[in-house]
């Protein structure tokens, strides 16, 4: 793969971590299974005019698009691709509630505008005045990384361009709830700080976004993306060994990862996944996990990239994402691993700049 | 006609998420276009729904809504002649 430097980050998730200051110091505690993202003042990046018609969705993504763009410094991204598992989900389900309600008729357009998947590429772009590729990737739990690999592939095309990349998912009433029934979400209310503890099935559902800028490394480079790689389905043991196959790929072993980032979610019934690798190839590694602080949702993978960033922004690991006692001397390579319900499982190499 | 005036004022903020306006702030001969109150085109498209759901007036051309969304006052104006409900 051709270099992919993350120039610019930002992501907005349930806990304060819009501050590019902080870093996990100050942490929300939740005492419920749904619970909404920690909102920054939207106002301070997003028009009045533009904002009256934006789901939370829209916001989110409007708003971490603007940080990561100024982040990186630069202002017209040569390309927009966004990755969402469920898209617009306020204002479809208040669109059909109002097609419903009214038999039909009387259907207003904005609702309708709003809530297709690709509308927070489109409001990015609107926003901007960014006439350039724009594309939206709904592949679940892999939506944000099958951004990123089309962003690689268009660097590996032309090295010199910015690639704007993110991912947004938010939470709305209905289709949150159907997750709910359907045992993707735990019955009971925990707090969500023992959730990787939790011993029954089905996680916690949150909402967040993530963006990012890539391209040629700069002064402001925060990482390499050295690969990315997405498998729909597979067991513990066959992910064991693709990724082992991904680090040789990039010349490299287990032993030469100084820490893994892993998508445990508290659910009993598909954590075996990690618990498979923290306890045979990962035993010697620092582990870290994140979805206890954020909950989980279809593009909450993308955290980890934002967590990977600022490890090597600050050479600081907050106590509260460790999960063993392992401690790496310095961050170099972190190491990404993510799936949801054993399917659109993803691996990353993150590299310090 | 004093009271629809009101009515329009508060459907208009709910209807079209006008989140920083008050009713006292929209005065009945204000332009809602342009540089009074910034409505848009999908906010011209919502207005003609409005009427529709709301008073049972079904403008044929939606070129007309031009004239009639000049303003609260000439909005309050039609809807009085026009309402069917």
């Given amino acids: 793969m051709s270099d992919c430097f993350i120039n610019g980050i930002a992501s907005i998730s349930a806990q304060p971590t819009t501050d ?40 989110m993504g409007v708003t971490t698009a603007s940080m990561a763009l100024k982040d990186s410094g630069v202002e017209i991204p040569d390309a927009i691709i966004t990755g969402t598992g469920m898209g617009c989900k306020q204002d479809s389900e208040k669109f059909l ?16 505008i709003q809530s297709t998947h690709n509308t927070v ?30 962003a690689q592939l268009m660097l590996s095309e032309e090295s010199g361009k910015n690639i704007l990349v993110g991912g947004i998912d938010e939470i709305a009433k209905n289709s949150t709830l159907l997750h709910k029934l359907d045992g993707q979400i735990k019955e ?3 707090d969500i700080i023992t959730l990787l503890d939790s011993n029954t099935s089905g996680t916690v559902a949150s909402e967040g976004a993530t963006f990012m800028v890539l391209g040629a490394k700069t002064d402001k480079s925060l990482a390499n993306i050295i690969d990315v790689e997405t498998i729909s389905e597979a067991t513990p043991d066959e992910i064991k060994a ?18 893994v980032v892993l998508g445990n ?7 075996n996944y990690y618990k498979n690798l923290q306890s045979s190839i990962f035993s010697n590694i620092e582990q870290l996990c994140y979805k206890h602080l954020i909950g989980d ?20 690991i907050p106590s509260v994402l460790k999960v063993n006692d392992v401690t790496a001397k310095n961050h170099n390579n972190v190491l990404l691993y993510n799936q949801y319900l054993g399917k659109n499982h993803s691996i990353a190499l993150l590299q310090r700049c | 006609m004093a009271e629809l005036r009101e009515e329009l004022k508060e459907k208009l903020i709910e209807q079209l998420s006008l989140e920083d306006v ?40 939606p070129k007309e809504g031009k004239a009639i969304f000049e303003s609260i006052g000439v909005m309050a104006d039609y809807i009085s002649k026009h309402r069917t409900k």
């Fill in chain 1, 242 to 259: 693709d990724i082992e196959k991904f680090l040789l790929r990039q010349g490299l072993s287990v032993d030469d990862i100084d820490a």
């Fill in chain 1, 121 to 150: 590429g489109g409001q990015v772009a609107l926003g901007l005045g960014c006439k350039a590729y724009n594309v939206t990737y709904v592949q679940g739990a892999a939506s944000f990384e099958t951004s990123v690999m089309d």
């Fill in chain 2, 22 to 61: 008050e009713v006292s702030e929209i005065g009945d001969d204000d332009p809602l276009f342009g540089d009074g109150l910034g409505l848009d085109s999908i906010d011209a498209l919502e207005l003609i729904v409005l009427l529709e759901k709301d008073y049972g007036i079904k403008l044929k051309d």
């Fill in chain 1, 20 to 59: 590019p200051d902080m870093f996990l110091e100050e942490l929300i505690s939740y005492h419920e299974n749904i619970f909404r993202c920690h909102d920054p003042n939207y106002k301070d990046y997003i028009k009045p005019a533009a904002m009256r018609r934006m789901s939370k969705s829209v916001k």
């Fill in chain 1, 188 to 190: 009971e209310d925990i």
């Fill in chain 1, 265 to 271: 979610n508290g659910d009993i019934k598909y954590d």
């Fill in chain 1, 97 to 112: 509630e109002n097609i419903l309600h009214n038999d039909e008729q009387f259907l207003t357009p904005t609702l309708f």
């Fill in chain 1, 297 to 316: 949702y279809y593009v909450a993978s993308s955290f980890g990239f934002w967590l990977a960033c600022k490890i090597f922004a600050t050479n600081q």
